[in-house]
């Protein structure tokens, strides 16, 4: 315990003393980018919490986001299907396009891009409703489904594809927030996958969860990188070493580095990246 | 960095100081714990208080003595005009009739004898007699078992308040009407039995045909109109201005208001209803719907600050997760946040209709305090509500009205606990807290 706590005590001197690079180290551009995030500054008032901010997200692959507390990856994550708009003092400049469109053009719809670029939450959050209303509810105000039919299907197949069906089946209009935290968190991302999003936004999804559960939403999104393009935040190295295959390392709102994940964990190309994560590995 | 362990006080030492402190840490709660029972002795006794003396002047207020008289409904006498209609009945003469059966079962003769006999029924017998033969043209010309009020004045003698101890010329009753009166009672044709009057009646000048009837009724649909008015927009104003608002001046000073209005004395709604209603638009006074609109604005503020604060304590990850399948603004307030915060809302509401309930002053000032004798009908007739009515009736002096006061506001409490009853069905129902 004591020397965990030492790392992180010299880890934190050591960032302090490197240098924030002004350009991201590492390859931010991809062939088949989903979105395109083009010098991105985020303020929350006066204070800038992102600061120009260049990425490309690659299509059906897993992005994660690693960094110190407060160093802007959920500001960053919230930017990508404008969740930020809800907050009053944050405003956003720059450029994030998704299929060559500014999501944050005058014209644009908020409530179809959520659609498409769907969220999971940090702390498992089920509406106060039955487990089928739960996912039933997006494809319901979307008019996703045509017919009830349509709809149990769709139900059906989220819940199968969260990994949740075996185990709510016989029970799907019993209170969502009856279940574990470790299937909340898998009904949560059933309800995101039933109105069919081609993205879906994570952040930090395990933190609340214990080590079993855990383990079982990064097999999901293994199994869910097939069909979605996800973006994880995550605390846990160990976590994004193992879900992700391109990993972004913020620091103080800037994007120190940004690599293949084999790459930035064996070979971190910026001094910052690599205190990082020496300092956690030990 | 220092070493952590430079001031270290030992385990023993810090046990020991623990101990003691403990012993005076322990008679501190004890106290304090005894300050709290005091406190609710005393609520309580207050209470048990105020509900025996409610309860031991208002249960009685519930009955009254009735009088049994054998009376022969003479078609000639009651029905002069011979075409059995309202007007031929009322310029019969069922006082008349009703007396003949007075003197007959007291054995009254004499004029002066006559007139005490006559005093001992109500007023309201002959609209009674009418009223029967109306339903039943086929009692008349026959004789009838009818039962009657009896005065007010009687009543009280019956009751003891008034004494036959008491030198005549002090009574309200003289002593031949306790010669007649005591007849009565051997005879056994004098009940004490439920008010009908109170219950089915409306105002009177009459203590013992006074009742309540219409001004239930009158409460009835001033809240109906108060509660279809504050909390629609209560909760409209509460969600926008929680929600929707833009955090700027204007909306800072509407809220400063709306918070402010809360602590305006009722009285000077009542002034507001009085100069707009009645003066600018022109409406009648004395209505349930002027009564319901000023009790709104009375209430307001109370449903928006509470619907605002139940807003407020919905979770915020509520919100997250509805936008984030991408429910709009309205969608994620109107299928995940009011019904959260419903229970909330409705908790306000009810505290401000119990207030709106008991509400005199703004209704004096709109004329609420009429003597209006018919029950409204609607919200645009003429009415009076239960608090007037009681206020008005603690104003006078007889026996009987005080203690009808007391049943009266046995009513309201009656319809108080009522209303806050269904209120909190309706919340429990709602309170699905999963
Ligand atoms: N709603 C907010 N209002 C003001 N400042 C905020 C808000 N949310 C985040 N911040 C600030 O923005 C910075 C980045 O926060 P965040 O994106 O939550 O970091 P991370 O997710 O990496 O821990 C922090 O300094 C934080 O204090
Ligand atoms: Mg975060």
Redesign the interface.
């Given at each position: 315990m004591d020397t965990q706590v030492m790392n992180i005590i010299e880890q934190t001197a050591n960032l302090e003393h490197a240098n924030i690079p002004d350009e991201t180290v590492g390859d931010v551009y991809v062939d088949r980018p989903r979105m395109t995030a083009r010098n991105v500054n985020v303020f929350y008032g006066d204070k800038k919490a992102i600061d120009n901010v260049t990425l490309d997200i690659a299509e059906k692959q897993v992005i994660s986001f690693i960094g110190p507390s407060g160093c802007g990856k959920s500001t960053f994550l919230r930017c990508l299907?404008r969740?930020n708009d809800?907050i009053?003092i944050c405003r956003i400049e720059g450029e994030i396009a998704m299929d060559g469109k500014n999501i944050y053009a005058p014209d644009v719809d908020?409530?179809?891009?959520?659609?498409r670029v769907?969220?999971?939450?940090q702390?498992p959050?089920?509406?106060?409703?039955s487990i089928y209303d739960n996912v039933a509810?997006?494809p319901r105000?979307?008019g996703i489904a045509t017919n009830r039919a349509e709809l149990d299907d769709i139900v059906e197949s989220s819940l199968e594809r969260a990994g949740l069906w075996n185990e709510v089946k016989d029970r799907l209009l019993q209170?969502?927030?009856?279940l574990s935290g470790g299937q909340q968190q898998r009904l949560?991302i059933a309800?995101?996958i039933?109105?069919s999003p081609e993205v879906i936004l994570m952040d930090e999804p395990c933190s609340a969860l214990d080590p079993i559960a855990t383990a079982r939403i990064e097999e999901l999104i293994a199994e869910l990188s097939s069909e979605f393009t996800i973006v994880i935040v995550t605390h846990s190295m160990q976590q994004a070493a193992r879900v992700s295959q391109r990993t972004a390392y913020f620091h103080l709102g800037k994007l120190v580095e940004v690599g293949d994940t084999e790459m930035v964990f064996t070979k971190p190309q910026h001094e910052m990246t690599n205190n990082y994560i020496t300092g956690r590995f030990g | 960095m220092t070493d952590p362990r430079r001031d270290m006080i030992s385990p023993a030492v810090a046990a020991e100081r623990v101990a003691t402190g403990l012993a005076a840490r322990r008679n501190r709660e004890k106290r304090f714990q005894l300050y709290g029972r005091i406190a609710i002795g005393i609520a309580l006794a207050f209470l048990v208080t105020l509900f025996v003396s409610i309860f031991s002047k208002g249960i009685p207020g519930f009955f009254q003595h009735y009088v049994t008289l054998e009376v022969t409904l003479d078609r000639e006498k009651l029905d002069p005009t011979g075409d059995f209609s309202v007007q031929s009945l009322y310029d019969g003469d069922a006082r008349g009739v009703i007396r003949a059966a007075l003197y007959e079962a007291t054995g009254a003769s004499g004029r002066s004898g006559r007139k005490a006999a006559g005093k001992l029924i109500s007023q309201g017998a002959e609209q009674r007699l009418r009223k029967a033969v109306l339903a039943d043209p086929s009692i008349l010309d026959t004789t009838q078992t009818m039962t009657f009020a009896v005065d007010d004045d009687v009543d009280s003698f019956l009751r003891g308040f008034i004494k036959r101890e008491t030198p005549e010329k002090d009574r309200r009753i003289n002593d031949k009407a306790i010669g007649y009166i005591d007849t009565l009672v051997e005879k056994g044709l004098i009940s004490f039995k439920f008010s009908d009057y109170l219950v089915f009646g409306s105002a009177s000048r009459n203590a013992e045909m006074a009742g309540i009837f219409g001004a239930l009724i009158g409460s009835i649909l001033t809240l109906a109109v108060c509660l279809v008015l504050s909390f629609p927009i209560g909760v409209a104003t509460a969600v926008y201005l929680e929600e929707f608002a833009p955090k700027n001046r204007i909306t800072e000073i509407i809220e400063i208001n709306i918070n402010n209005l809360a602590a305006v004395p009722s009285v000077v709604f009542g002034i507001l209803g009085l100069a707009i209603f009645i003066g600018v638009f022109g409406m009648p006074r004395s209505i349930p719907l002027i009564g319901g609109v000023v009790l709104a604005l009375m209430t307001l503020p109370t449903i928006i600050i509470s619907s605002r604060a139940a807003i407020r304590a919905v979770p915020p990850s509520i919100r997250d997760a509805a936008l984030g399948v991408g429910a709009s603004r309205v969608q994620t307030m109107l299928h995940h946040v009011v019904p959260l915060a419903m229970p909330g809302m409705l908790t306000g509401t009810i505290i401000g209709m119990a207030q709106a309930l008991g509400e005199t002053a703004p209704l004096l000032m709109i004329g609420m305090v009429a003597f209006i004798v018919d029950v409204p009908g609607s919200v645009t007739d003429p009415g009076t509500v239960l608090p007037v009515q009681i206020f008005m009736w603690a104003d006078f002096a007889e026996r009987m009205f005080i203690l009808k006061t007391s049943a009266a506001i046995m009513v309201l409490l009656a319809f108080l606990i009522v209303m806050n009853a269904a209120a909190i069905f309706i919340r429990k129902k709602l309170e699905r807290r999963w």
């Open positions: 299907n969740m809800t009053d908020v409530v179809p891009l959520r659609a769907g969220m999971v939450f702390k959050n089920p509406f106060p409703k509810y997006g105000i979307h209170p969502g927030t009856g949560c309800r995101t039933a109105v | -």
